[in-house]
């Protein structure tokens, strides 16, 4: 019997407002001592009034659109009632039936899967204010950090269409890089932004790859998870645990919560799950509804460009390889910066003698031809330095500006690689334009071919035994006459040139 894994996510997202959802307490406040941002409000005392913030109204609204999502014309708030340590008003305001957001999805790829290309509904996606911080000591005591308390989360429900937990790595990390696209949070799973619980249940097909019995059975709620690599073991040791289950004819019967247990490698049973009736939600009636109609059509309008529409942007329109294109829209920061260099590099391009008169398919195959330098000298190059200095594009002291010119000069062959990473760590250090540094340190390329023939000469006088050793048939140290001509020329000499005249000089003697 083949057994089906049906995954479905709920992600918590904290929304980056500069106070709580229902209060004027300061949210995300770091290092701040334990129940400092605190108020009446936050703390459920009697009497108080929630009032709910507009920032995270308008942020709630705008992660529903890039969702794809169908936004409320009206949306409220409602009770949910239960009780935990780290509510203290016994219950959370939070959204029942009628979310802000409802019926959306993304897709993903998924590179090796079963499944290449994955569309993952979004059953809803609703704001509420986030619990307290519960610290368990070793004594068995548990402590509570009010901080956290109210601050404001959009909780986005997807529909069960995942298949695998790879899926629903790929599908948080997309999730997480439009939060970050938007502005609207950090999406940190490490530090609590993201968090995500994982609904896993199994169904049998038959060899046809049919539906034996009930489409969809008894889910497991896994709980605890706050690393993409969490997520992924969890999911993969329920799937496991329960296929174990159902070879052994005692299937899961009924809606169960699990923690994982990261140390472990396990998830631990933890309670039978609660239903929407267990809650016994209603209105808040101490605030009024919702009409989102307005914020909606303002924050459509401000929607940005989002990462799976830059990514396939970036490889049409800049002739990036798909692969490098991913790689720089995973960073907001770093698309920016290529964006700026690539509008650069296409006036210069467009001002050149040889491409006069191109039309625009000529135009896009020399765009390709830069996309290769600048994604071969970004990622591999600028990005190696920039990590063993502990910086990135956000500290770096290199401008758009100054790195599309660096790139000129290389596909200009005004300098080599050599020179170029000389050149390309002088701009790391401060700032400056690469032409200046080339002309300062004279790293431009040597186009003298009678002072380079000298010094090809002098390197093989230099090297009798190596020379005659060539002459044998050993071919292969060409390699090193042309390694002791660039320490020589310090990395200036023309390599095509130099190679030349030692071919002509070597085969002379």
Known sequence: MIYEPIIGLEIHVQLKTKTKMFCGCAAHDQGVPPNTNVCPICLGNPGVLPVPNETAIRYGVLMGLALNCTIAAHSKFDRKNYFYPDLPKAYQ???????????????????????????????????????????????????VDFNRGGTPLVEIVTEPDFRSSKEAKIFLTELRLIARYLGVSDADMEKGNLRCDANVSLRRLDDNGDVVGERFNPKTEVKNLNSFRHVERAIEFEIARQTHLWESDTPPLILTTRGWNDTRGITEEQRSKEEAADYRYFPEPDIP??????????????????????????????????????????????????????SELDSWLRALPETEGLDEDGLIRERGKLANLVSGWLLSKLMGIMLERGIDIRTSKISAE???????????????????????????????????????????????????????????????????RY???????????????????????????????????????
Request: with cysteine; charged share 25%.
């Open 93 to 143: 305001i939070s959204q029942y039936d009628l979310p802000i957001a409802i019926n959306g999805f993304v897709e993903i790829d998924v590179p090796h899967g079963e499944r290449k290309h994955v569309k993952i509904g979004i059953t809803r996606a609703h704001l509420e204010e986030d619990a307290a911080k519960s610290f368990h000591t070793s004594d068995g005591s548990t402590c």
């Open 289 to 342: 509804p919702l009409a989102l109609t307005a914020i909606a059509d303002e924050m459509r309008r401000m929607l940005p460009e989002l990462p799976a529409a830059r990514r396939v942007r970036f490889a049409s329109e800049y002739g990036l390889k798909p692969s490098d294109a991913r790689q720089i829209c995973d960073d907001p920061a770093l698309a920016d910066f290529v964006e700026h260099v690539f």
């Open 402 to 468: 100054n790195f599309a010119e660096f790139i000129t000069l290389i596909a200009g062959r005004k300098i080599n690689n050599t020179t170029g990473l000389t050149i390309l760590n002088a701009m790391l250090d401060d700032g400056d334009d690469p032409s200046h540094i080339m002309e300062d340190k004279q790293l431009g390329r040597m186009d003298d071919a009678s002072e380079l023939a000298e010094i090809v000469s002098r390197v093989l006088e230099e090297n009798p035994a190596e020379v005659l």
């Open 471 to 509: 002459q044998a048939g050993e071919e292969q140290l060409l390699k090193l006459f042309i390694g002791l001509v660039m320490k020589s020329t310090e990395g200036t000499a023309d390599a095509a040139m130099t190679k030349n005249l030692l071919l002509v000089k070597l085969k002379a003697e």
